[in-house]
Antibody
Framework: QLQLQESGPGLVRPSETLPLICTVS??????????WGWIRQSPEKGLEWIGV???????YYSPSLKSRVIISLDTSKNQFSLKLNSMTAADTAVYYC???????????????WGQGTMVTVSS | EIVMTQSPATLSVSPGERATLSCRAD??????LAWYQQKPGQAPRLLIY???TRATGIPARFSGSGSGTEFTLTISSLQSEDFAVYYC????????FGPGTKVDVK
């Protein structure tokens, strides 16, 4: 059974970088046709897509966050990670990792999600 | 960025009744749309992708329709476990979510 688990600091200081890791069990992250994504949710902004990385290592980011985000794969640990720099209070949210798939050019959405991890930005 | 809107914001329905939720994109997204259900304290759950294809394990009472800019999620006969918030998400250009429709008990 596929499982995704987010891990990282629950509290980040303003201007610092948020590092989050998603550990995947039950599937290999470098297998076609899957991609792996980060989504966050706050009362103010609702669900917000941050970015995705494909099994090939190609990453795509939300235009509004692109200048501050890096998503990468660690195939040796079967993990993928998020780094979001220059954090502000507006980045306070629950952060989810999720899996999607794209088969024969057809995207099937995010079908497996982690439970989410709350991140607060405060001094 | 493609902007998604959903209506109504809240839908009050009695168990056993039909619920119809709407989602609109501000530009054409073909059939590149998914629907998710979210209950308090839980991650979203994929219901529908490709505007009308049910995800694995999703009951037949959930159906999706539409293409272009107008989409609908229909729950044919609401069960107690269906009271939740429903989000649409486009993946035609990057990905954006709608603000959600809360389905509560009438």
């Amino acid at each position: 059974q596929l499982q995704l688990q987010e891990s990282g600091p629950g509290l980040v200081r303003p201007s610092e970088t948020l590092p989050l890791i998603c550990t995947v069990s039950g599937a290999s992250i470098n297998t076609s046709p899957y991609y792996w994504g980060w989504i966050r949710q706050s009362p103010e902004k609702g669900l917000e897509w941050i970015g995705v990385i494909y099994y090939s290592g190609d990453a795509y980011y939300s235009p509004s966050l692109k200048s501050r985000v890096i998503i990468s794969l660690d195939t040796s640990k079967n993990q993928f990670s998020l780094k979001l720099n220059s954090m502000t209070a507006a980045d306070t949210a629950v952060y989810y990792c999720a899996r999607g798939s794209k088969q024969q050019g057809v995207d099937n959405g995010f079908d497996f999600w982690g439970q989410g991890t709350m991140v607060t930005v405060s001094s | 960025e493609i902007v998604m809107t959903q209506s109504p914001a809240t839908l009050s329905v009695s168990p056993g009744e039909r619920a119809t939720l709407s989602c609109r994109a501000d530009q054409s997204i073909s059939s590149n749309l998914a629907w998710y259900q979210q209950k308090p304290g839980q991650a979203p759950r994929l219901l529908i992708y490709g505007a009308s294809t049910r995800a694995t394990g999703i009951p037949a009472r959930f159906s999706g329709s539409g293409s272009g800019t107008e989409f609908t999620l229909t729950i044919s006969s609401l069960q107690s476990e269906d009271f939740a918030v429903y989000y649409c998400q486009q993946y035609n250009t990057w990905r954006t979510f709608g603000p959600g429709t809360k389905v509560d008990v009438k």
